[in-house]
T-cell receptor
Framework: GAGVSQSPSNKVTEKGKDVELRCDPISGHTALYWYRQSLGQGLEFLIYFQGNSAPDKSGLPSDRFSAERTGGSVSTLTIQRTQQEDSAVYLC????????????FGPGTRLTVT | AQSVTQPDIHITVSEGASLELRCNYSYGATPYLFWYVQSPGQGLQLLLKYFSGDTLVQGIKGFEAEFKRSQSSFNLRKPSVHWSDAAEYFCAVGEGLTGGGNKLTFGTGTQLKVEL
């Protein structure tokens, strides 16, 4: 079956612009996670969704970062007023609620802020 | 807070040789432990996981890992490496989140190179 998909695969933006990154989880997976992979910080958790609600946003690095999920499916991560330190690969993962440790990852979106 | 240490940044082995990638964790309770592999341009793929029970766990692609509580370790092994195993390997520990989810905390990764 189809895995987790993310778009775009690559995004280059100018400092100060807003960007939106999209994640389409595996069908039927109610849990969705965003992680960030950067040279300086490694792989780090950003936010967790269960259905459309986000009970844990503890990993979001600043208030410039926000995310939403609609219809219990697609999620969008928005970064406002991008900074160079936002350059990273943004990974999305999904899982069944009952098997929440078995997270399936998408290929990621590579964001470059110039 | 829990943490994961992968002391080897790069490892090079010859094809057919055995492999062991080291992982140490810091976690107060019984840990949920994972190994993931990431090939260039790809997402993370789960190799194996440990929750409880038998401390030697088998995974995909011929990999296994052994949980040693006394050493706070969860090392990944493979008896005979194939050239296609060249990739980056991440050890991770899981932690419950508010609302029932689970966050993975990853080590910094070990880049494996396989010499033919």
């Amino acid at each position: 079956g189809a895995g987790v998909s993310q778009s775009p695969s690559n995004k280059v933006t100018e400092k100060g612009k807003d960007v939106e990154l999209r994640c389409d989880p595996i069908s039927g997976h109610t849990a969705l996670y965003w992680y960030r992979q950067s040279l300086g910080q490694g792989l780090e958790f950003l936010i967790y969704f269960q259905g459309n609600s986000a009970p844990d946003k503890s990993g979001l690095p600043s208030d410039r970062f926000s995310a939403e999920r609609t219809g219990g499916s697609v999620s969008t991560l928005t970064i406002q007023r991008t900074q160079q330190e936002d350059s990273a690969v943004y990974l999305c993962a999904s899982s069944l609620k009952t098997r929440s440790y078995e997270q399936y990852f998408g290929p990621g979106t590579r964001l470059t802020v110039t | 807070a829990q943490s994961v240490t992968q002391p080897d940044i790069h490892i090079t082995v010859s094809e057919g040789a055995s492999l062991e990638l080291r992982c140490n964790y810091s976690y107060g309770a019984t840990p949920y432990l994972f190994w993931y592999v990431q090939s260039p341009g790809q997402g993370l793929q789960l190799l194996l996981k440990y929750f409880s029970g038998d401390t030697l766990v088998q995974g995909i692609k011929g990999f296994e890992a052994e949980f040693k509580r006394s050493q706070s370790s969860f090392n990944l092994r493979k008896p005979s490496v194939h050239w296609s195993d060249a990739a980056e390997y991440f050890c991770a520990v899981g932690e419950g989140l508010t609302g029932g989810g689970n966050k993975l905390t990853f080590g910094t990764g070990t880049q494996l190179k396989v010499e033919l």
